[in-house]
């Protein structure tokens, strides 16, 4: 395959890699955007527990009480939910992870073919150039020994 193709190759390589960057980026966002929304739940929770409690201490009436229980069982459902959003945001970051660490690696290795073509043509061309010294060099004591035979 030519150099031009590789560095087209390449150059598509590279925006498909940004483009997956791009999506792990996103979803790295998504996941911590959803453990902060855990947060939130659990930490209002918390403080739901701990307003009952308080009103509780001054005494609640039976339909009070169950409305605490039902809300605060709302709530626990709101988080396992939520805890469900977190794991598949997560498995979804390190999905586009892998995707976008595996599209770099390919990336890396066009790289290294292109360099090592470069690599082999200026080998050759150093060969080429060499020989065409040497052919020169050759001519040039070719034509003084030529030279010294005919003033001898």
């Given at each position: 395959m030519?150099?031009?193709?590789?560095?087209?190759?390449?150059?598509?390589?590279?925006?498909?890699?940004e483009k997956l960057q791009a999506q792990f980026i996103k979803a790295q966002q998504l996941y911590q955007q959803a453990e902060q929304k855990y947060?939130?739940?659990?930490?209002?929770?918390?403080?739901?527990?701990?307003?009952s409690l308080q009103q509780g201490a001054v005494g609640l009436g039976g339909r009070q009480y169950n409305q605490y229980?039902?809300?605060?069982?709302?709530?626990?459902?709101?988080?396992?939910?939520?805890?469900?959003?977190i794991q598949q945001s997560r498995n979804a970051a390190e999905q586009r992870?892998?995707?976008?660490?595996?599209?770099?690696?390919?990336?890396?290795?066009l790289?290294?073919?292109?360099?090592?073509?470069?690599?082999r043509d200026l080998l050759l061309q150093n060969r080429q150039q060499q020989k065409m010294a040497d052919e020169y060099a050759g001519q040039r004591f070719y034509q003084r020994l030529l030279a010294d035979e005919v003033t001898n």
């Open positions: 030519s150099q031009s193709k590789l560095a087209l190759l390449i150059k598509v390589q590279k925006e498909r890699e947060q939130g739940l659990a930490n209002y929770r918390t403080e739901y527990i701990q307003q229980v039902a809300f605060i069982s709302k709530l626990d459902e709101a988080l396992s939910q939520q805890g469900r959003v992870r892998q995707s976008w660490l595996k599209m770099q690696t390919k990336r890396k290795a790289e290294k073919l292109v360099e090592q073509a470069q690599q």
